[in-house]
């Protein structure tokens, strides 16, 4: 989706009314700090001092909050609150966020407004403390409710309908009365998303997760249970069928399948690289998706909004998050997308080339006609800085950590270990200053180190390249004294198959996020570096001058756009793989075994083919083949 497109949508959707039923509930936080802790008198027992409290809507509240932080402007609520201190709190954050909650039902009697409290206590939330669990909305407030829903139906585009709690709204009664009501406005989007009563709601779309649909076809999953794709694609069928209605089925970072009257669709998941928090997700989803089918786009679509939309939302921490229309178009706008996860994950179901080692993700319809090939460099041709991430990852633990390094307890240092093992991981193949920047972030997130005592990017870039550069420097003395070879620092058959492309008459071209004096002059000490032609990229100091983006625009300018499967990249990082995926190249995935110089990394092969990889390699060794299937004369 271009630029453009989602510039028109956010905009459509602005437009569009939409009616929230279901049971609205307000999250608390409440930070805890125990330094302020006394006894207390009365019991004895020492007290749990909150330092800070903050309040969101959450439930269908978390919906139609979303809703409108995406730029919808009519947000209509419908639902009960208690006469308690929380049901006026609910009622003024409404207000506060552009909700219109004049169709909240006031029960005085067997009825608490619903919350959830959630007690943080130096970051990780303790038990949580509900409040509504014992509520009995009586018939006299379903029909006042329902009156008011049967009003409004004709003035909005799409009803949400939401079921978060047993407690709720959703009784018998009510359930069957409103069903009535879908097949008295047959003309009208209602939209279901129930947790309990998914069978119920008759004439309806659906919005579910795997987990959910699963169960529904009768496979017994547990919540942790991995759901394959097929089996996600044949519960969506099954239930379409069942049902006759259009539905979204999620699937957390595996993106989710939609299904309508046009078949299947597959909406790929976003590659986020902060910290997440999934709680809110699936509402977010549903916002945006609901919101989307209301300005009259179809599924898909509104199942790409709704992945942005809850794409924004998993990134903020310790809330309720919403998404606003300049979050939705930058994280849109260039998406990092997931691919083929259920093969990236299982390399069982791997197929490969003529009995090599050459995996075939993607077939190319026609032959290809390589005019252009990009490399990476690090761990796609050389080797010279082997173990990179075994400085850069205890670099980084140590900058988050500071002074507390040596001192810090078990579960902070496993933390923060999973946290940079994670970013290292995701960033491999971007910029060293882009990922010394995500350091800073990294840094003030954990909030260890005082503030006027953390670097900016460029301090730990130089902490980072010195430690580096010692090996990398040793090493390549020991190449110029003949102590070791370039074969010795190259993957096997890489310098080979250069050679056999240029002299195809294939264009090459080098571009690394390492600095490019330094791609430079270790091409130049490794000998290959003629076979560029002065076709040399790399980082120049300034984030905003991606080499590898900045090459691969350059191509396509110059060949253009119909020709675009004309360039190929190589390369062992997923940042080369997916924007190259992104404009229409060819992708091939050297998931090297930088220790061997040959064999196959299967975590590099996961990360790869998630970036969009068409073809798997672990090496150059299988040259013939690799030529024939490039369609490059030997």
Known sequence: MSIGQLQKVLNDISKVKIAVVGDFCVDAYWFINKSKSELSIETGHMTTPVKQQEYSLGGAGNVANNLTAMGVRDVRAFGVIGYDPFGAEMVKIMKENGINPQNLILQKENWSTLVYTKPIIDDVEQSRIDFGNFNEMT?????????????????????IINQQVLAGIHTEYFRNKLVQMIKDFTEKIFIVDCRNYNEVFDGAYRKMNDIEAAGLVGLKKDSDDSISYSEVIEAAEKLYKRFGKPLFITRGDRGSVVIDKDGVGRVEGLMILSEVDTVGAGDSYL?????????????????????????????????????????????????????????ADDIRSAHYLNDSEIEI??????????THAIFDHDGTISTLREGW??????????????????????????????????????????????????????????????????????GYKEIYNKELLEIVKDREEKLKKGVLAVEDFTLKNAVIFLEKLHRAGVKLYLASGTDEEDVRSEAENLGYDHLFEGR??????????????????????????????????????????????????????????????????????SRLIKAGADVIIPDFSQLSQLLKLLNVQD
């Open 287 to 343: 916002a945006g998706a609901a919101s989307t089918l209301a300005a009259g786009y179809d599924m898909k679509t509104a199942g790409e909004i709704g992945s942005y939309v809850s794409g924004v939302t998993v990134q903020k921490l310790f809330q309720t998050g919403t998404a606003s229309p300049e979050e939705i178009l930058k994280i849109g706008t260039d998406p990092d997308l997931i691919y083929n996860p259920e093969l």
């Open 139 to 159: 018939n006299e407030t379903a029909d006042k409710l329902l009156e008011l829903l049967r009003f409004e139906i004709p003035q909005v585009d799409l009803i």
């Open 389 to 458: 991430e075994q400085i850069m990852e205890p670099m980084m633990i140590k900058a988050i950590l500071g002074e507390h390094f040596h001192d810090a307890d078990e579960a902070l240092y496993h933390k923060v270990q999973t946290r940079v093992l994670d970013f290292v991981d995701k960033t491999t193949g971007i910029q060293t200053l882009i990922q010394m920047k995500g350091l800073v972030k990294l840094v003030k997130e954990f909030g260890i180190v005082p503030n006027d005592q953390v670097l900016d990017e460029f």
């Open 536 to 605: 040399i990229y790399g980082a120049v100091g300034d984030v905003n001058k991606e080499a590898k983006k900045i090459v691969l625009d350059r191509i396509l300018d110059m060949i253009g756009e119909s020709k675009k499967g004309q360039l190929a990249v190589f390369g062992d990082g997923p940042v080369e793989i997916r924007e190259t995926h992104k404009r229409g190249g060819v992708t091939i995935g050297v998931a090297s075994n930088e220790i061997k110089r040959h064999s196959l990394n299967k975590s590099k092969r």
């Open 361 to 370: 993700i993607n077939k190319w319809q026609e032959k290809l006609q390589i």
